[in-house]
């Protein structure tokens, strides 16, 4: 299995989320030495920002529609690459613990199966609201089919907000759109989290 790690951003962004400094390394260099040290071997990222090319793993330079300001209709459920192959989708700008890295190697799936965390959070979790941290994908129909649908529940305005993680996981499941299951997916409940910005990084764990 590949394991992508998305790093959608503006390409003209001279310091993408991804590219935020911490314990002396960039965040989406973190999550490619911890996936190293969990055995995957596969690793690439997925961006329109050439700046990532300095971290020494395969740059798929993927036209993701969301940053696009002369598209019509943008989505950002278009920042998953299209492949026929198993594909993880890890998510660059989350600073991840070694323990949550290899919970997501670990965790087979014959489907689709998403890693996020879930009330209750861990003591050092540094937010009052759940985040996503990853996609594994073996059946690439069933992710496309659920992206297609996305694009279309959008278009007829069926999301109180642009779609993101959380409505593409509803759709994939078939549950209520709109709304959160915290129990029908693969939690991962420590410091692991989103980093929104640079002032916050510093006051992490």
């Not at 055995?39 to 700046?51: L, M, Q, T, Y």
């Not at 660059?92 to 799936?109: H, N, R």
């Not at 209520?176 to 693969?186: C, L, V």
């Not at 410091?191 to 764990?205: A, G, K, L």
């Amino acid at each position: 299995m590949r394991y992508v790690i998305m790093c959608g951003c503006d390409p003209k962004n001279e310091r993408p989320k991804q590219m935020i400094i911490k314990d002396g390394e960039a965040l989406v260099e973190r999550t490619i030495r911890l996936l190293r040290q969990a055995g995957v071997e596969d690793i690439a990222i997925s961006s329109r920002n050439k700046r990532f090319a300095k971290f020494g793993v395969p740059i798929l330079l993927h036209a993701n529609t969301f940053y696009d300001q002369s598209v019509e209709r943008r989505y950002w459920v278009d920042g998953f690459i299209p492949t026929d192959e198993p594909t993880c989708y890890v998510f660059g700008d989350v600073f991840f613990s070694d323990e949550a890295i290899q919970k997501i190697v670990d965790t087979d799936t014959d489907d689709i199966e998403f890693f996020a965390s879930a009330p209750p959070f861990a003591r050092n979790y540094p937010k009052n609201y759940a985040e996503p941290f990853a996609f594994k994908v073996k059946n690439q129909k069933h992710f496309r089919e659920a992206i297609h649908e996305i694009r279309r529940l959008c278009d007829e305005g069926a999301f109180t907000r642009h779609p993101i993680s959380w409505e593409l996981w509803q759709v994939i499941k078939e549950t209520r759109i709109n709304w959160i299951d915290f129990s029908n997916y693969t939690v991962i409940n420590d410091y692991s989290c989103d980093i929104d910005n640079e002032t916050q990084i510093m006051q992490w764990r």
